[in-house]
């Protein structure tokens, strides 16, 4: 009797479905960003109306506007545009950090075979779009290189709203993967920011953020919720964050990583994710689309149109969120599969992930923020980088609902499928199938 060959073991799959838990959690985030997403839009669209309107200096005049002079000693003396930016924004990379943490000691970050695509993929489509505008400004004499880094991040929740108006229900390995690439993106944002544009360096009020960032641990690891204690903490890490020199919104990214993930003894949800779920919605319901509001009212009233969309920035923006996105996302994907022998998961096609790449090119709230720290807010090339996000973000967001839309039918019968529950447990059937 011969032994029987050996079983070739299967083919690793990109882009698989999540287990059942992290596939729920997964839907609860993305339903609040796309909500987020939606009041995302509206900002951008009501701040657009305003800046070209016949009262587009009110909203000049309310962006300018000082709400505290007195607080010059603490370089507190903001106007309600840079609070937007270095305020409310905090919040935001607060719950990014709270994401961060999370997936690094509970989600597919945590895993090195399934953490590889998504940061792989992040850097692709960082490094491309960056090459591209570093093309376009040394071929026009090295104009506007300090900008170089805005085209390299993606809006999920500006990506999630698009998904929703043109009711596109992707597999939600696809989901997944988008939301996981959007966290690596934010990552390396938070490093490009604390590294290449922190300027007046201020040692002293670091450490003493840095004091207030280890306070705040300190409480959270052992489980203190005291909102009167860790609320002042926070605060006060930001205020002297924001006086050092570092972008205030470094304080929120590691505020977010102190806070504990695994659930308590007791088997209660892990700290972070009770924090998530309570903040998530603060920041993509109010944080991002204030700060939306005030970034993206560019006016093109007396413009010149064709100086503009030839201008070398603008370009550079554009063609690095378009072309620079989708070659690095799709391109550092394929060639990872190439050389590593893993198959997309079945139902996934290459054009899938194609579309999934130009759908990254959509950048807006990190990109405007990049943008206003490398130029200045309200400066003439800051202006123009606005109208480039907007553009690129626009272009590639119609691309990708070209490509995304011709397979509609079928990501509905997926999703369908994926969320079939026959006995009416909870749980969908597929998930009850795999664990079998």
């Known amino acids: 009797m011969t032994d029987p060959a050996p079983r070739t073991p299967p083919p690793y799959r990109l882009l698989s479905r999540r287990s059942w838990p992290e596939a729920r959690f997964l839907a609860d ?19 657009l109306a ?10 000049a005049d309310l962006g300018d506007w000082v709400p505290w002079p007195g607080g010059h000693a603490l370089h507190l003396d903001l106007d309600l545009a840079t609070w937007a930016a270095d305020g409310l924004l905090a919040i935001f990379f607060f719950v ?64 999630l709203a698009v998904l929703a108006v043109v009711s596109s229900h992707l597999p939600q390995g696809l989901r997944a993967f988008l939301l996981t690439l959007a966290v690596v993106d934010d ?12 300027a007046d360096f201020h040692p002293l009020p670091l450490l003493g953020a840095l004091v207030a960032v280890a306070a705040f641990a300190l409480l959270v690891q052992r489980r203190r919720t005291w909102w009167w204690a860790l609320l002042p903490l926070a605060g006060t890490a930001w205020a002297l964050m924001h006086a050092s020199g570092v972008h205030a919104t470094v304080a929120g990214v590691l505020l977010g990583f102190t806070v504990p993930v695994l659930p308590s003894r007791t088997g209660a949800a892990g700290l972070a994710e009770r924090l998530e779920h309570r903040w998530r919605p603060i920041s993509a319901g109010l944080a991002v689309p204030v700060f939306a509001f005030f970034a993206a009212g560019v006016s093109l009233v007396d413009a010149d149109l064709a100086g503009l ?15 620079g996105k989708t070659v690095g996302v799709f391109g550092s994907t394929y060639l990872l599969a190439r050389f ?66 011709r397979r509609n039918r079928v990501y509905r019968r997926i999703f369908e499928r994926e969320n079939r529950d026959s006995d009416g447990d909870g749980v969908p059937d597929v998930y009850q199938e795999e664990t079998a």
Not at 110 to 130: E, K
Not at 141 to 151: D, E, N, Q, V, Y
Not at 309 to 323: N, S, Y
């Open 29 to 47: 985030v993305l339903r609040t960003e796309t909500v987020g997403g939606g009041l995302l839009l509206l900002g951008a669209v009501i701040a």
């Open 50 to 59: 305003w800046a070209n309107s016949p009262w587009r200096s009110a909203y």
């Open 96 to 159: 990014v950090g709270l994401e961060l943490k999370r997936e690094f000691v509970a989600g597919d970050l945590r895993d090195p075979r399934r953490a590889v695509l998504p940061v792989v993929a992040a850097l692709g489509g960082m490094l491309l779009p960056a090459l591209c505008y570093l093309t376009v400004t040394l071929a026009a004499g090295g104009t506007g290189l300090r900008g170089w880094a805005i085209p390299t991040a993606t809006d999920i929740a500006f990506a």
């Open 187 to 198: 990552l390396f944002a938070i490093l490009i920011i604390a590294v290449f544009y922190t």
């Open 309 to 323: 969309l030839t201008d070398p920035v603008v370009i550079g923006v554009a063609l690095g969120l378009v072309v």
């Open 340 to 405: 590593t022998g893993a198959e997309l998961d079945e139902e996934i096609t290459w054009s899938d992930l194609f579309g999934l790449a130009m759908l990254a090119g959509i950048g807006f709230t990190v990109s405007l923020l990049i943008g206003e720290l490398a130029f200045g807010a309200g400066s003439a090339e800051d202006e123009r980088v606005k109208a480039a996000v907007l553009i690129g973000s626009l272009v590639a967001a119609g691309l990708a609902t070209a490509v995304l839309t």
